[in-house]
């Protein structure tokens, strides 16, 4: 039989080797297995799922912001708004806006408002966003860029720097009074494709000179160097105007662009308005329902 001291070194040391196990396993555990038991990296669990996206597909009340277009401006006659032909919030059974499709029309008529402005400018954004939030609205619709573009000349379009400016501004205003309001934001429409659909129309051309949208559609049939550079300039303003929805929507969980679908919509005579051949018509409006309808229902958010 060993000796006391034997048996006590030999104790000590299983109970050393022991320690080292027990502590080897822990660090492997801590740094290499998820809560799930698969290798995962140091991260420890917190118990908290991962931040993402945070969006509603089926929001029960509708705010809209904007410009001409989300006013149904020319959808009813000739330089006038239509409201109720409106895109985002229209009770027109012909169009079936976003707000009828999401919410019905009985819904759609007690939950959504209508806060855009003919002529408006990306720099009235916030003032827009500070209404719709008063609403306090499940989602608020954005449309706004086209009048940044469309001035009288290339010259005093909106610089870009500025519209993302503006835009930024419009996020945070709602944010202060309506953290949790999802924003659907549509692309600029592609306003070089609508001159050119448009002015196969005589009696749209007559309209065109009263001054709509001049920087793209003045001198409509002037095919010269000069002229072709000027729609290009519009055309690229645009583009990137589009492009700043894009990054600055991207910042903000529960914003959502459109990825382009309106800007890369192709608006047919079928779609403008009979009275200015370059707002959209009845049916043009029912499109961009349409578009928003499929948008802000998809489980993922467009590419």
């Not at 408006?120 to 086209?146: S, Y």
């Not at 009288?152 to 419009?170: G, L, N, Q």
Request: include cysteine; aromatic fraction near 6%.
């Amino acid at each position: 039989m060993p000796d006391r001291s034997v048996r006590h070194r030999s104790r000590t040391a299983l109970a050393a080797l022991a320690a080292v196990t027990f502590l080897g396993t822990a660090v492997l555990t801590g740094c290499d297995s998820g809560a799930d038991g698969t290798t995962k990296g140091a991260k420890a669990d917190t118990g908290r799922p991962a931040a993402g996206p945070v969006w509603d597909r089926s929001p029960e009340s509708v705010a809209a912001v904007g410009d001409s277009i989300t006013r149904g401006f020319d959808a009813c006659s000739v330089l006038a708004d239509c409201p109720e032909a409106s895109w985002a919030t229209g009770t027109d059974s012909s169009v079936r806006s976003l707000a009828v499709r999401l919410l019905g029309a009985s819904g759609a008529a007690a939950r959504s408002w209508n806060h855009a402005e003919t002529g408006a400018r990306i720099a009235q954004l916030p003032e827009q966003m500070a209404l719709a939030a008063k609403e306090d609205p499940d989602l608020v619709t954005v449309m706004i860029g086209a009048n940044d573009a469309c001035r009288d000349s290339v010259r005093v379009m909106t610089p870009v720097a500025d519209f993302r400016t503006s835009f930024e501004a419009s996020l945070r205003q709602l944010r202060s009074a309506a953290p949790k309001a999802q924003v659907y934001v549509s692309s600029v429409p592609d306003l070089k494709r609508l001159w050119s659909t448009g002015r196969g129309n005589q009696l749209g051309k007559q309209i065109w000179k009263l001054g709509i949208c001049k920087s793209m559609l003045g001198d409509a049939d002037n095919m010269n160097a000069s002229a072709v550079a000027r729609r290009t300039a519009v055309q690229d303003r645009v583009v990137a105007y589009n492009e700043v929805l894009r990054e600055v929507c991207a910042k903000d969980r529960r914003c959502r662009y459109d990825g382009g679908a309106v800007f890369d919509y192709r608006f047919t005579g079928k779609q403008l308005s009979q009275w200015d051949w370059f707002h959209p018509g009845i049916n043009g409006q029912a499109r961009l329902a349409e578009i928003a309808y499929r948008n802000v229902t998809a489980a993922r958010p467009p590419a």
